[in-house]
């Protein structure tokens, strides 16, 4: 752990010139009050913003709905985690004794966090410029593997879809918990596919997102049981 950082800017290809603001975004929550919790906030705007606007170039025929599902898939959380382990990001983060006694250094949720700190010390380092090329940079082969058809579908649809195909009735979704503060809700779904005799949960944090995830889950258990 705790790695000299320069290794980490040279992964980044990037030289920054305030290099505290680098060991800011790298420092948790549980290691002390001066932590890149407001890093991650400017950071996360900025990758919404940047990746938004690299799917409307790419995809100029796609609705706003298939942009909205295309960016969700490029910015949620396992994705960030993935390309955050691909700089070995874990190794130069910076925890209290609990979180590195838990493993938090492999945390998706820590991991993905630290990425969007590291991209919000890059826009206060140097602008938008900057960050908006470091974040084409890092996701460039996501990006680009974006292509197909199929793609631009949530998963509420491919499931129906493949459901229809193979003659069968369509699913149907019961929420069957809600959690949390109003802010910051957690909702549980069950998706049921009558036919099939099969039933999978989904989570998120909102219903919608909730359905999609079980929508997904359904999907990934149909397709293994063929």
Do not use: W
């Not at 320069?6 to 920054?16: I, K, M, P």
């Not at 700190?117 to 940079?137: C, E, K, N, S, T």
């Not at 910051?184 to 009558?194: L, S």
Request: proline share 3%.
């Amino acid at each position: 752990m705790n790695r000299p950082l320069d290794g980490l800017a040279r992964s980044l290809e990037y030289d920054f010139r305030q290099p505290e603001l680098l060991e800011a975004a790298l420092t948790h929550r549980s290691a002390g009050s001066h932590n890149n919790e407001r890093l991650e906030f400017l950071g996360d705007a900025a990758l919404g913003f940047v990746i938004a606007e690299g799917l409307y170039e790419k995809f100029p025929e796609a609705s706003e709905g298939q942009l909205s599902r295309l960016r969700a898939t490029l910015v949620k959380r396992e994705t960030l985690a993935e390309v955050a382990r691909g700089l070995d990001i874990g190794d130069y983060l910076r925890l209290g004794s609990g979180e590195l006694k838990s493993g938090g250094f492999r945390r998706d949720s820590i991991l993905a966090d630290a990425l969007e700190a590291i991209l919000g010390a890059i826009l206060l380092d140097r602008g938008y410029p900057q960050v908006h090329a470091a974040i084409h940079r890092l996701f460039a082969e996501k990006m680009a593997g974006l292509s197909s058809a199929d793609e631009l579908k949530d998963p509420k649809t491919l499931l129906q879809e493949l459901l229809q195909s193979r003659k069968l009735g369509l699913p149907v979704y019961h929420v069957l918990s809600v959690s949390g503060k109003a802010h910051k809700q957690h909702f549980v779904v069950e998706c049921q596919v009558a036919d099939l005799d099969m039933s999978i949960r989904g989570e998120g944090s909102n219903r919608r997102g909730a359905e999609q995830a079980a929508a997904q889950n359904m999907l990934n258990a149909v397709g293994s049981s063929d």
